[in-house]
Nanobody
């Protein structure tokens, strides 16, 4: 059974940093497309960043230059380093995976499995 567990969220002042982690169970990790998505109150879940099996990455425009996605296949863990945080980054952040996929995720609808989410709150 595939399981994803996020951690690392919290409250931070604008300009600060957080690192999110997504720990995955199962033997699929190295052959899957993974990504981070976020959902603010009253809004749809949206794409933030993606990484594929060959470590190619993609980011939504609003986080380029501030966020970095990475994965450690030996630890079955994906990360999102978030720097220069802004109040508009406030949301619940979810990791998502599409198993046996070599592409880059781009939309929430592509994901097979989700974690439970972790809250990120950026104060002004």
């Amino acid at each position: 059974q595939v399981q994803l567990v996020e951690s690392g969220g919290g409250l931070v002042q604008a300009g600060g940093s957080l690192r999110l982690s997504c720990a995955a169970s199962g033997g699929f990790f190295s052959i899957s497309a993974m990504g981070w998505f976020r959902q603010a109150p009253g809004k749809e879940r949206e794409f933030v960043a993606a990484i594929n099996w060959s470590d190619s990455t993609d980011y939504t425009d609003s986080v380029k230059g501030r966020f970095t996605i990475a994965r450690d296949n030996a630890k079955n863990t994906m990360y999102l380093q978030m720097n220069s945080l802004k109040p508009e980054d406030t949301a619940v952040y979810y990791c998502g995976v599409k198993i046996y996929c070599r592409g880059l995720l781009k939309s929430p609808g592509e994901c097979d499995t989700w974690g439970q989410g972790t809250q990120v709150t950026v104060s002004s």
